[in-house]
């Protein structure tokens, strides 16, 4: 199957052999996130990072160069990323994004829609990614973008036009790199089905982003917002993405900036896209969107809640968002600066918003690091932390709770990537001169790292054990002395829950100090009765008995300072 370079027209949306199904459950995956150029470039000979020889002081303009990261880079590092206990992967954008620009090494700004950037590699490089991560029991993921191209036309005068109350200004001229007649491949946008300038809206970039009207119609930036209400501009994409699932044997797609889009145009996106991939035999194709809001607009995009315009229909939208609520809580109660009251109080909503709360995780997609921190300062969650174990607590939550979890590239070497815009958040894995902790040169794929070897053995667990993927979540009440139980009302605490499904118990601990704690925790007297015990998933020459105290069924657990413990009936 050859791709169509320049239109959707004469695409082949007909597999010539069978894809790879998708999994029962994506409950059942653990997500890695990474950046294409910042990965790996899959260059030979590169030395270890070494903390106290490797030299420092980098340059920062090129953190918003592109540095080299290609296909075949992840290829490479694949068997890493599932010894990491990661089975899926989410690439950032890979499609080609101006060539004249060397600041779109993210991927969002896409020129052409049908084309792989080559700075990344080719068709079959990424076909070749797809089927070493499938020979591996892993799924790929895309990073897609539908409401915004690159800067590909200017507005009148060239200069930057500015949202207007809903104003449609005139078109100016479609951006070119060859003078030669007609557009070439570097020119304007791609497919030719978008090369018309009614199918944007023109309204200017958006200066106010907490107005809904702008946020959904003016430009992000410099990049140019497609008019989705133009059944054209739906169609083509629709067409556009059915082409990579079948064409690269793709897994899944996570959504770009969906609240800048019309609901309705998401839900009849993901609708096609759904449909479309069971009749290739992906079941499960798995849609997720980044959704930066509360749960109230979260829910306008999940299941079946987007009423199509002009209509009685409502369609199937997003199968889960990016969990930013938890997001947003998470870091300050795991580094005990915050009440852990937040975090009850958000999985609390889940009774009201599902009826079966249990299931709500299949709907959330947990981080604790990203490429952009929205809402958050431009750091990763080891900035400034005196202690490592810490983002081991974090990633051992995102483990053992509702959701499906998922790590961003670099947070199991420890990156601590701070300062006053993204680029500081996407260091380069494999060295570059871009490179982790001021560094250039030298490759971060270290297993041996201490994070690395924390999270994997939570990961080994949590794929072992049904309830920490399906079950349900509750929080318990601590006790110092076995007799005065209560929730954690600060940060110096032991954080405990249980996920129970069926008969199972399992019960995660987490101290959230730097130093021992003892503490009493509740547990289920049907599931877990007084005169059992309870033995240690992480450590599993330890156990803890279950005794009768305070009225209720407990245990006291012993933890070292910032340590972890997931405990089972014996």
């Not at 990323?81 to 990661?86: H, K, P, Y």
């Not at 990016?322 to 958000?346: M, Q, S, T």
């Not at 450590?539 to 803890?544: I, K, L, N």
Request: hydrophobic share 35%; with cysteine; net charge negative.
């Amino acid at each position: 199957m050859s791709p169509a370079p320049h239109s959707v027209v004469n695409l082949d949306y007909h597999p010539n052999h069978p894809l790879h199904p998708s999994p029962l459950d994506w409950r059942d995956q653990a997500i890695y996130f990474l950046l294409v150029d910042r990965f790996d470039d899959n260059r030979p000979g590169v030395p270890a990072y070494d903390p106290l020889g490797t030299p420092v002081g980098r340059d920062p303009a090129q953190g918003k160069r592109f540095q080299g990261g290609t296909l075949r880079g992840v290829t490479r590092r694949l068997d890493y990323i599932r010894e990491l206990g990661f089975t899926t992967i989410w690439l950032s954008p890979i499609f080609q994004n101006r060539l004249d620009l060397d600041d779109t090494y993210h991927g969002y700004g896409i020129q052409d829609f049908l084309r792989i950037d080559p700075r990344f590699g080719s068709l079959a490089d990424l076909r070749g990614l797809t089927a070493a991560a499938h020979q591996r029991g892993m799924y790929v993921i895309l990073d897609i973008v539908l409401n915004h191209s690159g800067d590909v036309w200017g507005y009148p005068g060239g200069h930057p036009y500015f949202y207007s109350g809903g104003r449609r200004f005139p078109f100016g001229f479609w951006r070119r790199q060859d003078p030669a007649a007609g557009f070439q491949r570097e020119d304007a946008v791609w497919p030719v089905e978008l090369q018309d300038p009614d199918l944007f809206k023109r309204q200017g970039e958006i200066t106010d982003w907490q107005d809904p009207a702008q946020a959904r119609d003016g430009d992000f930036y410099s990049l140019k917002e497609l008019n989705l209400p133009d059944p054209r501009v739906l169609d083509t994409l629709i067409k556009i993405y059915k082409y990579w699932i079948v064409n690269a044997d793709i897994d899944g797609f996570r959504v770009d900036t969906v609240k800048h889009m019309e609901s309705s145009a998401t839900a009849i996106f993901c609708n096609a896209i759904r449909e479309y991939a069971k009749r290739v035999g992906k079941h499960n194709f798995f849609l997720f969107g980044e959704i930066v809001g509360d749960d109230a607009l979260i829910q306008e995009y999940i299941g079946r809640n987007s009423r199509i315009e002009g209509t009685s229909e409502r369609f199937p939208s997003l199968h889960a968002a990016l969990d930013f609520p938890l997001y947003f809580v998470l870091e300050n109660v795991i580094k005990g600066l915050a009440d852990p009251v937040a975090l009850r109080r958000r999985y609390e909503a889940f009774r009201q918003v599902y009826s079966d709360h249990g299931e709500a995780g299949r709907y959330f997609v947990t981080f604790v690091d990203n490429h952009d921190q929205v809402g958050k300062d431009h750091k990763r969650f080891s900035a400034g932390s005196p202690f490592p174990q810490q983002t081991v607590l974090a990633c051992a939550y995102l483990l053992t709770a509702q959701g499906v979890p998922c790590l961003y590239y670099g947070t199991e070497q420890g990156f601590d990537g701070a300062g006053p815009d993204d680029r500081y958040l996407r260091e380069c894995m494999f060295g570059g001169a871009w490179g982790a902790f001021d560094t250039s040169g030298a490759h971060f794929f270290n297993p041996g790292h201490p994070i690395y070897r924390g999270i994997r053995a939570v990961a080994k667990v949590r794929a072992k054990q049904p309830a920490l993927r399906y079950g349900r979540q509750y929080f318990r009440e601590i006790s110092g002395n076995g007799q005065d139980f209560g929730h954690p009302r600060d940060g110096r605490c032991t954080l405990a829950y249980s996920r129970i499904l069926d008969s199972d118990e399992v019960l995660v601990c987490l101290n959230l100090e730097a130093r021992e704690r003892h503490d009493f925790i509740t547990v289920d007297r049907h599931l877990s009765a007084p005169g059992t015990h309870l033995r240690d998933l992480l450590r599993p020459d330890r156990t803890f008995a279950v005794v009768e105290a305070g009225g209720r069924a407990c245990v006291q657990v012993g933890l070292a300072p910032h340590e972890v413990a997931l405990l089972k009936v014996d």
